[in-house]
């Protein structure tokens, strides 16, 4: 038998890979099963990887008992809003740090950079109160404006740019396109890695935040996901087949979104990085 039938039929960095994906696959598996569990098999220890039978009890519980269909829709408002504002602004903003002279460009750039570096907890009390006296403190807006846009979106965007070739944005200008014209023509097209990376990102971050929603949102009915899911624990109980429950639901969206999305994901990883 020669070398090159005797070669694995997949790379020998799947031996290593495989058992750490089956590693951070169990407790998403974990939660699902769960879910599916009664109270008491919840409860028993040792505990049970896998259901003895199918039980909706949380499901049902879920629905009936909380505002989860009002709370997801609360959610997918926010997301919403926060893809579709990172894509627009901070793709407009890293492309003017990318190709535009401009005086205190450097410096204005460094100065976005360096707000990444403040705790986010150190921000609260500000933004609260500057939310409270325009009037949006609980409603939906106050959990979307903070995520209108965001300095790692202008900085992976801006990376993003500077590994594009600059003389395709010289032959469209001899064409005669403006600037304008030429990122939404040239430009954008090209950058769709980017802007799906972005997307998914940005999606991860609003649809998880908990700690700024349930500072700034008290209504019930005006919950996101994750603060209506946090409800769920309490001091003395907490409802474990509601919350595996309704974790499932808030997971599956962002499982399917970056299934859509890896592809273009794992290719602006790679090209990202060229250029500083």
Known sequence: MSARRRRLPFSAWHLLL??????????LVQMVCASLMSAQEINQFPPRLLPSALHVDGYRFLFAQ????RWFANTVLVSAV?????????STAGYGFARLRFGGRGVAFVAILATVMIPTQLLMIPTYLMFARIGIVDTIAAAIVPWLASAFGIFLMRQFFLSLPVELEEAARLDGCGTLRTFLSVV???ARPALATLAVFTLLSSWNDLLWPLVAINDEQRFTL???LASFQGTRRTEWSQLMAGNVIATVPLVFAFLVAQRRFIATMSLSGLKS
């Open 66 to 69: 909380s505002h989860i269909v």
């Open 82 to 90: 926060a893809v579709a504002a990172h894509l627009l602004l901070c």
């Open 188 to 190: 954008l097209p090209l």
């Open 226 to 228: 994750q603060v209506g």
């Open 18 to 27: 495989m058992p750490m994906a089956l590693l951070f696959v169990l407790p």
